[in-house]
């Protein structure tokens, strides 16, 4: 318990620093996801009204969606080219504060980010795709936005790992292979016949609250999130900062 009120004061302490960065910060958050929610929007709705099978709708889902647990601030931005993260663990280590608040803060600020960018992100997809609409009740969206967040979270906890463990350099690369696998997923769902896309609302359509696509990519967001935290933390005490 103490742990998350560590992470919780360090959390509003950051929202109560540098309000023109936060601005920033906030402002830069809603025009991506303003673009990718208006190029989701679009691709969606085309799917729904030809009802044809389509590999890139797939792809953008399972490479888009995870960076909902993101806010696009300048640390995020220069990750890979200034080192941000290590830098940033290297000044936490030398404060009188435990890496299990460091990593809950991280967890934190992911499920803010995902309740916030993820209204803005299915809210855009909902507008703009109004065949899709037409097919499914707002209470079936509702439920296949949370599969695809439970989807989120569950990458998320590889990317706080890599984040927590890997040089800026490294961690960009590793972001790279991660979307080369999306694409070999999504193409090797599209070559057996499958769309990731059409199941997971036929899922929310027939199953409602009670879709076990849903709760199925909750539960595995929230594991995932766990056991790499734990992974993170024995592996960051060896971890050379310098």
Not at 27 to 45: D, E, K, Q
Not at 50 to 77: K, N
């Amino acid at each position: 318990m103490q742990t998350w009120k560590d992470s919780w004061f360090m959390l509003r302490g950051d929202l109560r620093g540098d309000k023109i960065r936060l601005m920033f910060t906030a402002l830069f958050t809603i025009v991506a996801m303003t673009y990718l929610g208006g190029l989701m929007g679009l691709l969606i709705n085309d799917s729904a009204e030809t009802h044809q099978r389509s590999v890139l709708p797939d792809y953008l889902l399972l490479a888009m969606i995870p960076s909902l647990g993101y806010a696009y601030s300048r640390r995020a931005i220069k990750s890979w080219s200034e080192d941000s993260y290590t830098k940033m663990l290297a000044y936490l280590r030398s404060l009188p504060i435990p890496l299990n608040a460091v990593l809950c803060k991280r967890k934190l600020q992911s499920v803010m980010c995902f309740a916030l960018n993820g209204v803005l992100f299915f809210g855009l997809v909902y507008a703009l795709a109004g065949h899709l609409r037409a097919s499914i009740s707002p209470l079936g969206y509702v439920v296949f936005s949370f599969t695809w967040i439970g989807y989120g979270l569950a990458v998320t906890g590889l990317f706080i790992f890599i984040e927590f463990l890997y040089s800026g350099k490294a961690y960009f690369w590793l972001l790279l292979l991660i979307m080369l696998v999306s694409f070999g997923v999504a193409m090797l769902v599209e070559f057996t016949g499958g769309n990731l896309l059409f199941y997971s609302l036929a899922c929310s359509k027939e199953w409602g609250l009670l879709s076990p696509l849903m709760w199925g990519t909750l539960l595995a967001g929230t594991v995932s999130v766990q056991l790499f935290s734990r992974w993170t933390i024995h592996r960051l005490k060896s971890r050379d900062l310098v």
